[in-house]
């Protein structure tokens, strides 16, 4: 990996800010290239400054990549206004508030089993409905304080079992403020998730933690090694031959590896794992994780995110032919899945494909894909000047996805 820049300095151009932010995310000049439909050479181009800086809809797509604001991207205020942001969910003071409050110690806990009925009312509201956030965020405040009361109230293996569901419910709270503009709470929760888990001391609950902490340390580029070993040492936690649960969680670790060899472009490895996962839930027909959602239609849905993470949308339109979007059944999942498609679609110079199917996603899960940065990325691309066919359905779309016209 190139050396990282360790001081970017405030006054720094165009050039210096690009290449600062793309060697913090990991990503080399191709896979930035690839990832905006773009070469090496073009990255090398501004990065040297050869080129001048891009156009805003082109920023926008390398801001969304980069996971930077604009105003970090370019250092221009003129740039970084309101309606160029990530979404806010009305609700996310109230999910801050609730994160960020330490009630004292209760004298009548919420039994274990209460709230692990509660939580999963929780998900299933998460995965059913088309305004997932909508249907979560009058749930999350209360769940957060009766299970975190509950932990510091109860003993032993009733203490456990309401750890566990702690655990869950940092989950949820992590879907629900990923996307928006408070990367502090994702990371947040997800921390906690993770060492809620451990206090548990429960695998299966590392598991789904683990599963969640990868998506937070990938989405950004960051401990790459760090997230492989943590999935790989659970798995090997884990035991497969002892429940359906711990086989299917086993299978969800290798995929998580395998997600995160492909963002490193590593081919070989990324397969591997992915081989791994499926032959994991293979052997378990018809069976669907809960809340995690792992089986054999997951496994396949994220063979398309590995094929356009190694830079390869051919092979991953062919792998979408064979693939039904209702494998799993989670509306968030299906929009996610169809963003995934269309984002295939758009690097093969096929806007209108990309807009049918980003169209599929939003009726799949309208939260999930107004909070895309893929789809904000493909739909300001087209924006300035869309394609005749679709141009009244682009425009549609960047007002779901909050992008000025």
């Excluded at 090398?44 to 797509?61: F, N």
């Excluded at 299966?204 to 943590?230: F, K, S």
């Excluded at 395998?258 to 791994?276: I, V």
């Excluded at 107004?370 to 869309?386: E, G, I, K, Q, T």
Aim: proline letters at 6%.
């Amino acid at each position: 990996m190139p050396e990282i820049i360790s001081v970017l300095d405030p006054g720094a151009p165009f050039s210096k800010r690009l290449a600062y932010h793309r060697k913090r995310s990991g990503k080399t000049r191709a896979v930035l290239g690839g990832l905006v439909g773009r070469s090496a050479e073009w990255v090398k181009g501004l990065e040297t400054g050869r080129l001048d800086m891009p156009r805003l809809p082109m920023l926008l797509r390398l801001a969304d990549i980069l996971e930077v604001d604009l105003f970090d991207l370019t250092g221009e205020a003129r740039l970084s206004q309101a309606a160029y942001t990530k979404h806010s969910h009305p609700s996310l003071d109230t999910i801050k508030r609730a994160l960020t409050a330490y009630p004292a110690k209760t004298t009548n806990p919420v039994a274990a089993d209460v709230l692990a009925g509660r939580v999963q009312q929780a998900w299933q509201r998460w995965h059913g409905q088309r305004r997932e956030r909508d249907a979560i965020a009058p749930l999350l405040p209360g769940l957060l304080a009766d299970a975190g009361a509950a932990v510091r109230s109860l003993q032993g293996d009733e203490r456990r079992r309401a750890a566990r569901q702690l655990a869950q419910i940092h989950h949820l709270t992590q879907l629900y403020c990923a996307f928006q503009p408070a990367p502090e709470l994702v990371y947040m929760v997800s921390d906690r998730a993770m060492i809620t888990a451990q206090d548990a001391d429960d695998p299966i609950a590392m598991a789904g933690a683990a599963w969640y902490l990868n998506h937070v340390w990938r989405d950004v580029g960051e401990a790459a090694e760090a997230r492989v070993e943590l999935a790989l040492d659970i798995a090997r936690m884990l035991r497969p031959e002892r429940s359906t649960e711990e086989q299917a969680l086993y299978a969800l670790m290798h995929l998580a590896v395998a997600l995160s060899h492909a963002k490193l472009g590593r081919e070989g490895e990324a397969w591997q794992h992915h081989d791994t996962a499926y032959e994991a839930v293979r052997r378990l027909p018809g069976y669907i994780h809960p809340w995690l959602m792992i089986g054999t239609g997951m496994v396949e849905h994220y063979a398309v995110t590995i094929h356009l993470d190694l830079q390869k949308p051919g092979r991953a339109l062919q792998a979408a032919e064979r693939i039904d979007p209702a494998a799993v059944p989670s509306r968030t999942r299906q929009s996610r899945y169809l963003v995934e498609v269309a984002r295939a679609h758009h690097r093969q110079r096929d806007p209108v494909a990309a807009v049918h199917l980003m169209l599929k996603a939003r009726e799949a899960s309208y939260d999930t894909f107004a909070f895309s940065l893929f789809a904000r990325s493909m739909v300001a691309s087209m924006l300035p000047d869309p394609p005749a066919t679709v141009a009244d359905e682009v425009r549609d779309l960047a007002g779901t996805l909050g992008l000025a016209a």
